[in-house]
């Protein structure tokens, strides 16, 4: 059974870069897409990224400018970069692997999640 | 300001059947499939419903989803204590180009 483990600073100073990066266990990093998704305290989910091995990757267009997530086959984790972060990043980070593609009308789905990681930005 | 609109809570006693409503677009929910997340509290989402009815193993029938338009719903019969915890829908947003959620519905069991 696949397994998520986020990793990274707990605390980042602001206008300074975030990163984070989630270990996969149990399965290959080369079969699925994954992805990042916040979530502040009190507040709900935002998606932030997804990436392929292939090398695609998708972002959410209000951090587009910011973000970069990318995938480490040889270490089977995938990592997340945000920069010039402010409070407002300030957030619990989830990784997630994503299931089917986005063939068919289907939306994908994020079947299996890290347990998350609290990012503060000071 | 989410793109899928929840109504903030909802309630129930033991027992009962609740419903929670997600609304959208044509470019999200209209043109794609549904999913929805459980999140305890202090917990991380976990996948509750995907592709609008489908439940994952070991989610309990009591689950249900249901999609009509650019709308979906959430049914939980036989409520129960443990299924307190906010309840997350979410699609693939075509004209955003990623996935949306909604702003998520505080389930209270009374």
């Known amino acids: 059974q696949v397994q998520l483990q986020e990793s990274g600073p707990g605390l980042v100073k602001a206008s300074e870069t975030l990163s984070l990066t989630c270990s996969v266990s149990?399965?290959?990093?080369?079969?699925?897409?994954w992805a990042w998704i916040r979530q502040p305290a009190g507040k709900g989910l935002e998606w932030i990224g997804r990436?392929?091995?292939?090398?695609?990757?998708s972002y959410n267009s209000a951090l587009k400018s910011r973000v970069n997530v990318s995938v480490d086959k040889s270490k089977n984790h995938f990592s997340l970069t945000l920069s010039s972060v402010t409070a407002a990043d300030t957030a619990v980070y989830y990784c997630?692997?994503?299931?089917?593609?986005?063939?068919?009308?289907?939306?994908?789905?994020?079947?299996?999640w890290g347990q998350g990681i609290v990012v503060t930005v000071s | 300001q989410s793109v899928l609109t929840q109504p903030p809570s909802a309630s129930g006693t033991p027992g009962q059947r609740v419903t929670i409503s997600c609304s959208g677009s044509?470019?999200?929910?209209?043109?794609?499939?549904v999913n929805w997340y459980q999140q305890l509290p202090g917990t991380a989402p976990k996948l509750l419903i995907y592709?609008?009815?489908q439940r994952p193993l070991g989610v309990p029938d009591r689950f249900s989803g249901s999609k009509s338009g650019t709308s979906a719903s959430l049914a939980i019969s036989g409520l129960q204590s443990e299924d307190e915890a906010d309840y997350y829908c979410s699609a693939w947003d075509d004209s955003l180009n990623g996935w949306v959620f909604g702003g998520g519905t505080k389930l209270t069991v009374l």
């Open positions: 997630a692997r994503v299931l089917e593609g986005l063939f068919g009308g289907s939306s994908g789905w994020f079947d299996t």
């Open positions: 990436t392929h091995s292939s090398g695609s990757t």
């Open positions: 592709r609008n009815i």
């Open positions: 044509r470019s999200n929910i209209g043109n794609r499939t």
């Open positions: 149990g399965d290959s990093i080369s079969f699925y897409n």
